[in-house]
């Protein structure tokens, strides 16, 4: 079975500033995607970067980039320039690839992340 | 980009009685969907996968006469909470595939009185 581990629950950020998150997980597959999701206090969830496993290059969207360290199953989310918007519950989740996939994402705790002015 | 919208947004009911809780996907089709629950400040946990065509497959732990999911249409799933009470008030939200991407609908809070 996979588990997906956030071990930091809550953190803080001045705006501007940069922050990480940690996010570690354990699988015996070798194939499948990783995530970071945000979710807002509108509880709407949104998709913040995603990882393909057998892809070594870390992902990167605007502000956001991942470190992504496959065989330590570490797979942090960097958040650039912080902004007030920033604000939300963050988590990092794994989904398999391959045959049989069906989507199923397994979450992280979360770390609910504020970014203060 | 695709959209999936749940309905209602924010539901009450009094102890003992049922709700129903819609998932559609707008501008695609989803063979599959997913239920989760959330309680505040927690994570999303799956309840179960829904099919459409075929039977939901529940995780462990989760009571499928109490959460009954009909995967009705490619568009369309549907989560009842039967007999529902207090310690069944939670968030729910449900997501469907596109292409490698999940989707997910703006959530129900589920107040049970």
């Known amino acids: 079975a996979q588990t997906v581990t956030q071990s930091q629950p809550e953190m803080s950020v001045q705006e501007a500033e940069t922050v990480t998150l940690s996010c570690t997980y354990d699988?015996?597959?070798?194939?499948?995607?990783l995530f970071w999701y945000k979710q807002p206090p509108s509880r709407q969830m949104i998709l913040v970067i995603r990882?393909?496993?057998?892809?070594?290059q870390n992902a990167t969207e605007n502000r956001f980039s991942v470190n992504f360290q496959k065989a330590a199953k570490s797979f942090s989310l960097k958040i650039s320039d912080s902004q007030l918007g920033d604000t939300a519950m963050y988590f990092c989740?794994?989904?398999?690839?391959?045959?049989?996939?069906?989507?199923?994402?397994?979450f992280g705790q979360g770390t609910t992340l504020q970014v203060k002015p | 980009g695709a959209v999936v919208s749940q309905h209602p947004s924010w539901v009450i009911c009094k102890s003992g009685t049922s709700v129903k809780i819609e998932c559609r996907s707008l501008?695609?089709?989803?063979?599959?969907m997913f239920w989760y629950r959330q309680f505040p400040k927690q994570s999303l946990m799956l309840m179960a996968t829904?099919?459409?065509?075929?039977?939901?497959?529940?995780e462990q732990g989760v009571e499928k006469d109490k959460f009954l999911i009909n995967h009705a249409s490619l568009t369309l799933s549907t989560l009842t909470v039967t007999s529902a009470h207090p310690e069944d008030s939670s968030f729910y939200i449900c997501?469907?595939?596109?292409?490698?991407?999940?989707?997910f609908g703006e959530g129900s809070r589920l107040t049970v009185l």
């Open positions: 829904s099919n459409e065509g075929s039977k939901a497959t529940y």
């Open positions: 699988t015996s597959e070798s194939n499948y995607y």
């Open positions: 990882q393909e496993a057998y892809k070594q």
């Open positions: 501008d695609f089709q989803a063979t599959t």
């Open positions: 989740a794994f989904m398999k690839r391959g045959s049989g996939n069906t989507g199923k994402l397994i």
């Open positions: 997501s469907a595939r596109y292409r490698l991407e999940l989707f």
